[in-house]
Structure formats: C-alpha cells, structure tokens
C-alpha cells in the first residue's frame, strides 16, 4: 500500500459509468447492495458525452437547418445561418442535463460515487487513481464487481486522432467552426450519421468505405435507400478503398486510399473523420491480476447472466462485445445486478433492436427473410412502402418500407426491417411483438391511429397475409 492509501469495502464495484454501469449500479442500490460506481471521466459515458445523445442532438439541429433551407416546395423561404459554436453549445446543455441527471439518480439511489480510475489489484480488489498530481489513490475491496468500461473508437495506421486534422466521432461532435469539406472513412452507422449531419449542414462531405457498400450488415434494400438519400444531399461514395495516409496541404489535407488493385486516390478537404469501428476498453484494467479472460478482440466472453470466467465478477454493455449499443448494455447492466442479488434474472437476446438515425432512419429487430430460412423457419414477408402512407407523404418524406418478416405456418412475428422517418420509433412495436409472440394477425387486428407512419406496420402485417387495403398484395 503507498503512502495516503485508503482502504475501504463495498458489496458490488461496479467500474464504468456509461449506460451499462450506471444502470447496474442504481438496480443493484435498488436491491439493498452496498454499491459503489467509479468513473474517470463523465457521468453517463460514451453514450451521453460522446456518442448517442450528441450525435442524435446534431441530427436534429442539421434537420431543421435541412428542412428550412428545403422548404420552398411548401412556400416556405428561409436561408439558415449556421452557427456552430452556438449548435454545439445547445447540445452540451442536453448532456449537463442528462448526465447531471445520472449523478442525482445514483445519489438518489443510495450509490457510493468514486472519481478516478480503477484497476484490478487482485480478484477481490482494485485500486483507484484519482486524477492529478499528489491526488493518490485507493483501494476498494468488492464482493462482486461488475466491469462496464465501454469501448473507443479504433485507430488505423497513418491516421492518429489530434482533433485538429484527423477526427474521431467525439471531436467531430464538438466542432466550433463547420468544416467546408470533410471525408468520412468508414460508412458503417456512424460514419453515416454523422456524414449525413454535415451534409446537411452545407459541408462538402465525401466517404470512403473499404468495402462494398454503405452500412454493411443491412440488407441490400435497406442500405441503398440510405446511400442513395445521402447522395441525394450531395455525398459522395468511394467504395473498395482503403484510406492509407494523409498530409496537409494548403488550408487543408489530401487523404490518400487505395483499392484492391493498388491504385491510389487522393481527396482534398479540410478534416478526416475516422469512423471505422470500435474496440473494448479492457487493456488498461489490468485484468489478469482478477483473474478475468478476454476474447482474441479483447472482448470480455459472459453467459446469460453476464458472468465472466471469474464467479464474482461480471461484464456488461460494449466492454461484453457485440451488438455495441446502449440499450443492450442497460439490460446487461440490469440482469447482472439482479444476478448478483440473487433474482432469477437472464438475458434474452431474441430481440435486440437497433437503429440508424441517418436520412431517412432505420429500425431492425429480430430476423431478416434469409436468416428466418436459414433458422428452418418458412417465412413469409409483408411490406408496406412509405410512398403510399398518407402521413409520410404530409411529412414530405415518401423513401422506404416497413417489413415484417413472420413464420408461415404459426404466423408468429420473427423480425422486422424498416426504412422510413422515426423508423427508430416504429421498431418498438414489433419488438414488443416479439417479445409477446405475437402474430401477422395480433398486429394487422390492432387499430392504429390515422394518419401515422405506424399505420404501415398494420399494413405490412396485413401485406404478409395477403389482404393489406393500401397496397397490392404479393
Ligand atoms: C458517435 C456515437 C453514436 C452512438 N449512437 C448510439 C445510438 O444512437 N444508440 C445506441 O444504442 N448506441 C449508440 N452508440 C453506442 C453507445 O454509445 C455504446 O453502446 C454505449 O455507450 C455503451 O455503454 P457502456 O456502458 O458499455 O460503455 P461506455 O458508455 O463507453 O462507458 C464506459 C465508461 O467507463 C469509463 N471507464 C473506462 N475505463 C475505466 C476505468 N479503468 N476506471 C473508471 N472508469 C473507466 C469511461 O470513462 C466511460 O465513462 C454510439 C456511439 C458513438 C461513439
């Protein structure tokens, strides 16, 4: 022990205050644990600070800036200035609001916060480094610990972040001037998000994708509404290259890819977004000294309990591999206390949802047709295009689909894949679904209110059974 070393006791050591720890820290308060939570960095981790509530606040404020500057078809004349610096400001106000929020709830919950960083010592101890000269540091034995260390954005070579020139998504959501140019590597869901935000913010935005196509893990159909909405706002696609090196020229850079072939490309602009995945954060935990072992990824393996290898200790949310979302790691976060007080707590990964909040939005939940045949299912399939939803049309925004895909047989619902403004929002329903077991027909017989977008998921379910009313049945 070094000299100012305190040492205390807690039941569950929970190490990361992102969705997936504060979640498991508050439920495990909540069923009388002594808790305690420690964070070096912010209340609400990746997904308050950096990732999901900034990202989704620039989504909207460049969709009004968008929508505004498109309106004329509607009579309406307006030329949006866009002041960045006051953009970014208003969206650090929802943070502060939310993730002051976090701290209040814990605290409201009875949990014992630890600012700095903690690192296993032994399997029934870590240590906590408080930040900044003489701050010295701590040692907190546990019962159980829960690890919720969440992940980083992944580095490739040649293209170290320094946030002036070479971006990561967190300095890309925190800009005080908007870039005149920008070239996005990597065209999964975040490097479209964000490209789709400044495109229409008036940036030059240009994406260069090693592989094929935009958002690959989507279908088909469902990815190439969105590159083709994004081309429609001025985006352009550089698929099968690779970004190799940059350099500065001018005012700005010149970023270097390269195809299969060898041949090399060269796109001028004003700053790189590197945007090309995520790793764990379990290199700095020191987690051989628990005991704890790692995937060759560096993803902590748990079972349906989200135990590790070691008893006492769990993992959850991004830190516990994919699908790296939050709403995955609040459950994750939710079982692993219930686990550690003894519930009947378990995981069920039937129906993770995830969403796209690009141009127009995607929601996916469950099986596509082909992973449906694939599980010895005989699907059938329902689908409602938003050109003939009347309320999509008032929204001016007739792109994409709903689609339900159900076993034939039973008529049991197995997944969904839509494509359409709030497409977020419209997945809930057929995830409930899923959840419930419920049926083509549960979900055609529900009345859902007219005009809504959800309209379309009664008559997709409609669709499969062959009598939808507003569209042509298969
Ligand atoms: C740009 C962007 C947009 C996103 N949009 C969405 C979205 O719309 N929807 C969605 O579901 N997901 C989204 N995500 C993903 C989402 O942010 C993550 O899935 C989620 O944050 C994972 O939660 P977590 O608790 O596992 O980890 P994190 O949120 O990463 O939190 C981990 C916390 O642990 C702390 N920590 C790490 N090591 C230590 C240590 N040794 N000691 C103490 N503290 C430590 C970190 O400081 C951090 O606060 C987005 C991510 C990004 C980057």
Known sequence: MVVGDIATGTEVLVVGAGP???????????????????ERDAYGGTCLNYGCI???????????????????????????????????????????QLTGGVEKLCKANGVNLVEGTAEFADERKVRVAHDGEGQGSESIEFEHAIIST?????????????????????HALALDTLPE????????????????????????????????????????????????????????????????????????????????????????????????????????????????ETDERGFVPTDDRARTNVEHVYAVGDVAGEPMLAHKAMKEGQVAAEVIAGEPSALDYQSVPAAVFTDPEIGTVGMTEAEAEEAG??????????????????????DGFVRIVADGPSGFVLGAQIVAPEASELVAELTLAIE????????????HVHPTLSEAVMEAAENAQGHAIHTLNR
């Open 20 to 38: 997936g720890g504060y979640v498991a820290a508050i439920r495990a308060a909540q069923l009388g644990l002594d808790t305690t939570l420690v």
């Open 54 to 96: 900034p990202s989704k606040a620039l989504v909207t404020a460049s969709d009004v800036a968008y929508a505004a500057r498109e309106a004329e078809e509607m009579g309406i004349h307006a030329d949006p200035a866009v002041d960045m610096k006051g953009m970014v400001s208003w969206k650090d106000g929802v943070v502060d």
């Open 150 to 170: 969440g992940s980083r954005p992944v580095q490739i070579p040649n293209f170290e972040f320094d946030g002036e020139y070479v971006l990561s998504s967190r």
């Open 181 to 292: 140019s920008l070239v996005v590597v990597g065209a999964g869901y975040i490097g479209m998000e964000l490209g789709t935000v400044f495109a229409k913010l008036g940036t030059d935005v240009t994406v260069v994708e090693m592989l094929d196509s935009a958002l690959p893990g989507y279908e088909d159909d469902v990815a190439r509404i969105v590159r083709s909405r994004a081309e429609d706002l001025g985006i352009e696609f550089h698929f099968g290259e690779a970004a190799k090196d940059w350099e500065r020229s001018g005012d700005g850079i010149t970023v270097r890819t390269e195809d299969g072939e060898g041949t090399v490309s060269e796109f001028g602009a004003e700053k790189v977004l590197v945007a090309v995945g995520r790793s764990p954060v379990t290199d700095t935990l020191n987690l051989e000294a628990a005991g704890v």
């Open 377 to 398: 299912f005989e699907p059938v399939v329902g689908q409602m295009p938003m050109r003939a939803s009347g309320r999509a049309l008032t929204m001016n925004e007739g």
């Open 436 to 447: 419930m077991g419920a049926t083509l027909e549960d979900v055609a017989a529900t009345i």
